[in-house]
């Protein structure tokens, strides 16, 4: 059991347990998962110099509340497994999070198959749940809320804002057919257009190669917002009903139920949390 140590204005040590449950509930993740993220971000991380210095495993156990929370910082320094300042939280969020961004670190858990072996085998996947050959993943765009950004940034303030009238990172995912995520493409504003992203994608490019080099018994399935083309399989308009193209729309919308599962279930925290209002 992964136990959650935490200081008092005393400097007293408090040992809090959760309950695997809780703890899920508390972080999004298990505690043995947070136990590896925290082994694995560690040498990526400042070491505590001073006893009362915040430890990784709290700086990361911070991160993680505030990223399942979607909540003010002030909140999150309230709250029983962290009990610190909002500058100490802001401090851990920016430092967990610059390490979650080291290559190596997002290449151990998001990686698109850059073999014929691992292709076959996301292809197999998809082959052995749709009856279908040749989908090696879904493609869909999801709206990451987020607080109003400096207007001094790379983009003005007013492009973030979506067409729900939030700020947002507009975020496209692939996933496998079992919803693992292949590749994330966060580099946009919320005003940007799904099928833009695409195109800047670098999956895009991959995907495109590969057809021109005769590989062509692979591709992705995406909604009505994407291009279609022969490696990017979207719905068609309007099929008669019990038409074989109704039959495809059908088996299509069925595949792709797996990133769309994600995004739902997204959207449907995103309306309890602080980040939509």
Not at 159 to 168: A, C, D, L, M, W
Request: charge should be neutral; glycine fraction near 6%.
């Amino acid at each position: 059991m992964l136990d959650l140590k935490i200081r008092n204005n005393n400097k007293e040590e408090i040992k809090q347990e959760l309950s695997d449950k809780q703890f899920i509930k508390e972080f999004r993740l298990s505690k043995g998962l947070a136990g590896e993220l925290i082994e694995v971000l560690t040498p990526y991380m400042s070491e505590p110099t001073r006893k009362s210095s915040i430890s990784i495993e709290r700086k990361v156990l911070t991160a993680l509340r505030f990223f399942a929370s979607g909540s003010y910082q002030l909140d999150i320094g309230d709250n029983r497994s962290s009990g610190l300042s909002q500058a100490s939280v802001s401090r851990c969020i920016a430092e967990v999070t610059d390490a979650m961004n080291i290559s190596d670190v997002v290449k151990r858990y998001i990686h698109f198959p850059d073999s014929f072996e691992k292709l076959n085998t996301i292809r197999r996947g998809f082959y052995e749940k749709t009856g279908v050959p040749g989908v090696i993943g879904c493609i869909d765009c999801t709206h990451i809320a987020i607080f109003p950004p400096n207007s001094n940034g790379l983009y003005p303030e007013h492009i973030y804002v979506n067409r729900k009238g939030y700020h947002s990172i507009n975020t496209q995912l692939v996933c496998d057919s079992d919803a693992t995520i292949l590749n994330v493409n966060a580099n946009f504003p919320g005003s940007t257009h799904d099928s833009y992203i695409w195109r800047q994608s670098c999956v895009s490019t991959y995907m495109e190669n590969l057809h021109s080099n005769g590989h062509s018994s692979y591709f992705l399935l995406g909604d009505s917002g994407y291009p279609l083309r022969s490696w990017l399989l979207t719905p068609l308009s309007d099929p008669v009903p019990d038409s074989p193209d109704a039959g495809y729309n059908n088996w299509h919308t069925s595949t792709r139920s797996t990133i769309e599962r994600f995004r739902i279930k997204y959207n449907e925290w995103l309306k309890t949390s602080v980040c939509a209002n």
